[in-house]
């Protein structure tokens, strides 16, 4: 089997980072920072301390919402898939794409909102999997942790990393939420002849 493809099919959730504005931009990477940078000073200037391993940790709590999230994502990238719409079918307006999908307008060949919706959900799905086996494992590897001497430092970047794929999955999600709400249903005005309207519809 060619190792180039096996590698392309693990990486295919990634695929949602092929599609890049300046607003997403804040949603992938600006919020979960700021907010990660202040789930770590909750956690080492409360002062009796925040528990992130065990039964009443972080990361327990964390493990069970991503239980039920994981499965709410593959139902999700299971109905966008099945739905017929036109509107989903159209162009993401706003959106520069890096993707492998040679655009050809002239002969029908566009990058559209089913494909960027699909690539949300399915990037969802396994980051909340990775993310809660790694918190698994890390629960499993509780004990062996108490007897290493892990600096401080190495323990906020570990804690940062951690919560910034969380808070990753939190916006990612109120985006796709919001997309599908609101901006997935929307068709494209389109030109007609006639009296101009108001020009308050968006596209």
């Known amino acids: 089997m060619n190792r180039n493809g096996v590698l392309r099919q693990v990486v295919s959730p990634f695929r949602y980072y092929q599609f890049f504005n300046y607003y997403k931009l804040s949603i992938d990477i600006l919020l979960p920072a700021i907010f990660s940078l202040a789930t770590c000073v909750v956690f080492y200037f ?25 499965g709410f994502f593959v139902a999700g990238l299971a109905a966008v898939f099945g739905v017929r719409g036109v509107s989903l079918e159209q162009e993401p307006i706003g959106f520069k794409y890096f993707g492998s999908v040679k655009i050809d307008r002239e002969e029908g060949v566009v990058v559209t909102r089913r494909m960027f919706v699909c690539s949300l959900f399915g990037y969802l799905a396994f980051s909340s999997f990775s993310l809660y086996l790694m918190g698994l494992i890390a629960s499993i590897c509780e004990p062996l942790f108490r007897l290493m001497h892990i600096n401080s430092c190495l323990h906020f970047s570990i804690l940062f990393m951690y919560a910034f794929v969380v808070w990753n999955i939190f916006f990612v999600t109120v985006y796709g939420l919001y997309y599908m709400v609101d901006r997935a249903h929307r ?11 108001d020009g308050t519809d968006e596209g």
């Not at 068709?187 to 309207?197: A, E, Q, R, Y």
């Open 187 to 197: 068709s494209d005005p389109k030109v007609i002849d006639g009296p101009v309207g």
């Open 46 to 70: 409360v002062p009796k301390g925040v528990a992130i391993l065990g039964d009443n940790g972080f990361v327990h709590s964390i493990n069970g919402l991503l239980q039920i999230l994981t």
